[in-house]
Structures are given as structure tokens and as C-alpha cells.
């Protein structure tokens, strides 16, 4: 439980997602997969949305009354028609979390086309057609709450990682963007760039991840549950004059 001072009184401050309706993309592991865990704790109902429909029926199952989609960020008939069986199912869509992604590094010249825009489809093009899908129902609501990944290399770049820096950049822009264009629909639209404990984290070589942890100045990966308490903030009531903002959550590594 957190505790806020308002005035004199002091106040207690949970996150109680009930009546919530959250989708989050890229949920079958990581981060997306941490961020369902807290939402369905929460008391949220959960949509679970990805590629692999085995793992993300497997996550599911472990919480209850959670659903779950298979589907192509890519293709605007699948994200649209999701977002229609998410508002079938409950009746309204609250909170989407745009965290699908994919990595294809190399550097810059042996970078191909087809890498090139299955990044950016994935990355920037996924939330593009997830916020696009959900606005006429958060109008409709008159509330509702969007939450991007970026990523340092988004910010500041990183060798190796052409595609994934650019559609990172292009996703604060978008962030900033929306944010601009809902808000007057009491859509908030926010970005968190976080450093956690993932596959592609723990999928660098032990020299690459040891030289990365030494410019974090907390000096550790967080779980990737960690990050869901700057999620759930962002989605919160509590949140509502907070947008686009690109929110470090990084140990301090972006200072």
C-alpha cells in the first residue's frame, strides 16, 4: 500500500483496477507477461495479445478469467477485430499497453529491407494501429489510458540496432502526438523506456550484458515485474493530468 499526504490528512493510495478492461500486446513473456500478472491481481479483466497463441493460452490459464488473442500487430483486420471482441466481451476497452515487439540487429550495413520494416511494423506500426483501433471507444467512454514501450536506444541509440532505434524514436513522437490530439477526451497517452530482466536482455553475450549493467547506476536488470508499478501508475485514475510523458524506468541509466 502507498501512502500520500493530502492537506493534513493523510491518505492511502491503492491501484484497483476493477470495472477495468486492460489489452496488452507482447504478453506471452517479459514484460507484457509481468504487466498481466498485475493488472489480473489488480482486479482488471486482461487480454493477453500476441504471436504465440500456445503461450499465451498456457498464461491465461494461470489467471483466472483472463483471455487471450492471437494476433499480428502488423495487420490492421486482426487488430481491429480484437478490439472488437475485447469490447464484446466486457463492454468497454480502459487500458492498452503497447509492448509487442521483435529484434532483428545488425548493423546498419548489413541491415536489410525486409528487416527494416518488420521492425517498424512491429514496434511503431503495431501501436499506431492499436490507438487507432481503441480511440472511438475511449471517446465514447470519455476515459481511457495508452501506455507505449520505447526504450533507451529509442532516446540515444545503440550500435547494432538501426531498426529498433528508429521505430523506439518513432513511437515518443507518436506518444506525443496522440497525447496532443486525446486528451481533450480524457484519453491520456503516456511512454515508459524501461530496463528490465528480459529475453532480449538475457539473450546478449556476457560481455555485452556486463558492459550494459556498468552504465546503470542502480547496477542491476530489474524483474520485469518492477516495471508494472510505473504501468500501473500511468494507468491510473490518479494519472489523469500526466501525458505524453516518456518515463525512464531504467535505474538511472538515461541520466
Not at 493510495?13 to 491481481?41: C, M, N, Q
Request: with cysteine.
Amino acid at each position: 500500500m502507498n501512502h500520500a499526504q493530502e492537506g493534513d490528512q493523510l491518505v492511502h493510495v491503492t491501484y484497483d483496477f476493477t470495472g477495468r478492461t486492460v489489452a496488452i500486446t507482447g504478453a506471452g513473456r517479459g514484460i507484457g507477461l509481468a504487466a498481466a500478472r498485475f493488472f489480473h491481481g489488480a482486479g482488471a479483466v486482461v487480454w493477453l495479445v500476441g504471436r504465440d497463441g500456445a503461450r499465451l493460452k498456457e498464461a491465461a490459464d494461470d489467471l483466472d478469467g483472463a483471455r487471450f488473442a492471437e494476433v499480428d500487430v502488423t495487420r490492421t483486420a486482426e487488430v481491429e477485430s480484437v478490439v472488437s471482441d475485447i469490447v464484446a466481451d466486457t463492454g468497454r476497452i480502459d487500458i492498452l499497453v503497447n509492448n509487442a515487439g521483435i529484434l532483428r540487429d545488425r548493423m546498419l550495413w548489413n541491415l536489410t529491407d525486409e528487416d527494416w520494416d518488420s521492425v517498424l511494423a512491429v514496434h511503431l506500426g503495431g501501436p499506431f494501429r492499436f490507438i487507432r483501433a481503441c480511440t472511438p471507444h475511449f471517446r465514447s467512454q470519455g476515459w481511457g489510458r495508452v501506455i507505449n514501450v520505447t526504450s533507451y536506444a529509442g532516446i540515444h541509440g545503440n550500435v547494432g540496432q538501426t531498426a529498433y532505434s528508429a521505430a523506439k524514436s518513432g513511437i515518443i513522437g507518436l506518444t506525443k502526438t496522440a497525447a496532443k490530439e486525446l486528451v481533450r477526451f480524457g484519453v491520456t497517452v503516456n511512454a515508459i523506456s524501461p530496463v528490465a530482466e528480459t529475453r532480449m536482455i538475457s539473450s546478449l553475450p556476457d560481455e555485452r550484458r556486463e558492459s550494459l549493467q556498468s552504465i546503470i547506476p542502480a547496477g542491476y536488470f530489474a524483474p520485469a515485474g518492477e516495471i508494472s508499478w510505473a504501468l500501473a501508475y500511468l494507468a491510473s485514475d490518479q494519472a489523469g493530468y500526466v501525458t505524453g510523458t516518456v518515463l525512464p524506468v531504467d535505474g538511472g541509466m538515461s541520466i
